[in-house]
């Protein structure tokens, strides 16, 4: 499960494949970021999941989550996102783990000059016990 979430915090494209399906805008506080939503294959887990990302107007990556990843029809992994003056919250849901590895993560990236998006908090979540990571 480890290997998992570390596959899931840094989702690198050269061990999965990207199909972009839909790409938007969201504004936090003053500043508008493009939304790209796509379907992600991760080979070592034999996931499929659905990839939504932050991009600054000049296509900087600034945040993302798994909004599902799946494998047959199993779900492992859930996630929703939350839009506070300044902030992106991100919330994952870790489903079929063991009982020592986090049920959940919750990811807080504060807006900074510039509407530059950091990641200023992560807790992970084990049977309740919040265990603060950053």
């Not at 020592?100 to 992560?122: M, R, W, Y």
Request: glycine letters at 8%; one cysteine or more; a positive charge.
């Amino acid at each position: 499960m480890n290997k998992t979430l570390f596959i899931f915090g840094f989702l690198s494209f050269g061990i999965c494949s990207a199909a972009i399906l839909q790409d938007g805008i969201i504004r936090i506080g003053k500043f508008a970021y493009k939304t790209k939503k796509s379907k992600v294959f991760l080979k070592d887990e034999s996931y499929h999941c659905d990839w939504f990302s932050l991009y600054s107007p000049g296509d900087e990556h600034q945040a993302g989550l798994i909004v599902e990843a799946k494998r047959n029809d199993t779900l492992f992994v859930s996630g929703t996102y939350k839009i506070e003056p300044n902030e992106f919250i991100v919330t994952n849901y870790y489903h079929y783990r063991h009982s020592h590895e986090p049920d959940s993560s919750v990811k807080i990236f504060a807006q900074h000059a510039g509407g530059k998006l950091k990641l200023s908090s992560f807790i992970e979540y084990t049977d309740g016990i919040a265990k603060q990571i950053r």
